[in-house]
């Protein structure tokens, strides 16, 4: 999802007019339905030119029904182990076997196995009493607010990149959303760091500082996503003084070979795999510029 928005920002900014030009979106009848925000949309939602259809979300019965009973699935094991234990005790009892163990008899090797399965079983309960996940919750990024846009993108543009960050904000863990093209910052908005002057103010973002970092550099010559699932681990965050301090994850995505999308999230590891492998390459039209 986040790659597939940052395509989409990439189209507008490539597809937003110059000065003193007529919209490319009247010259063009049949704009690209990739993404419709509601500033392009009709009635109910749907856009003046074809429709977008949410898809369904798929669930995983399993997955949940495991997700919501997780202590008596993780206890299951011992009273399973316990039970096979306690049968095969009574299946000796009772079938008038001597109580020694004879190798020569068929009924004392599967006893034996029965035995074994039993407390691999019992073993297995308590590994998963004594291990379990840390419970990762989202943190208050310590920093103001900020909301800045270029002056000199055009008013569609500014629009679409607004609902693509109302979009992102509502439904993932992102709270902090830069994003640098052709050498400039055409969007800032979340939480920032604050100005070290200490006004209350948000920190500017460096561009060509932050262009000729290792991280961006990186990212935008692979032209791949690059995720820091826990940034307090990486080195690199230095390069990101604009961001909040107690960021917890980051995405770069590339936009293109002029730009790059930065993402900051307020939970450690809090972007899953749908949110990263929802990839859309576009191809570049260069006799579209961005307003300047």
């Known amino acids: ?47 003046a030119v074809g429709s977008y259809k949410t ?75 004594s291990i379990r996940p840390k419970n990762i919750s989202p943190v208050v990024l310590r920093g103001v607010q900020c909301r800045r846009l270029n002056p000199l993108i055009s008013k569609r543009a500014v629009l679409e990149m607004l609902w693509a960050w109302d979009s992102l904000s509502a439904v993932t863990c992102c709270r902090s959303l830069v994003v640098v093209y052709d050498s400039s910052c055409v969007l800032q908005i979340g939480v920032a760091a604050e100005s070290p002057l200490e006004d209350g103010d948000a920190m500017d973002v460096d561009v060509k500082k932050l262009l000729q970092g290792s991280l961006c550099k990186s990212a935008m010559e692979s032209q791949k996503q690059s995720y820091m699932a826990n940034l307090s681990l990486y080195p690199g965050k230095s390069e990101l003084p604009f961001l909040p301090t107690n960021t917890q994850s980051v995405i770069l995505q590339p936009i293109g070979d002029n730009g790059v999308a930065i993402i ?16 859309c390459n576009p191809r570049l039209d260069h006799s579209h510029g961005c307003k300047k």
Do not use: C
Not at 34 to 40: H, I, K
Not at 73 to 81: K, Q, S
Not at 264 to 279: A, P, V
């Open 55 to 129: 898809p369904k979300p798929q669930r995983d019965l399993l997955r949940e029904l495991v997700s919501e009973n997780d202590g008596f699935v993780r206890v299951l094991p011992i009273y399973v182990g316990g039970f096979s234990l306690l049968a095969v005790l009574l299946n000796r009892s009772f079938s008038n076997i001597p109580p020694v163990a004879d190798a020569s008899s068929s009924q004392s090797r599967a006893d034996i196995l029965s035995l074994a399965l039993a407390v691999t079983n019992i073993l297995a309960g308590l590994v998963w009493l």
């Open 264 to 279: 900051g999230g307020s939970t450690i590891r809090g972007f899953n795999n749908t949110d990263q492998e929802l990839h």
């Open 1 to 47: 999802m986040l790659s597939a928005t940052a395509t989409h920002l990439l189209r507008i900014l490539l597809r937003s007019p110059p000065p003193n030009l007529p919209s490319r979106s009247q010259r063009h009848p049949h704009p690209s339905p990739l993404l419709r925000s509601p500033s392009a949309a009709g009635p109910n939602g749907v856009g």
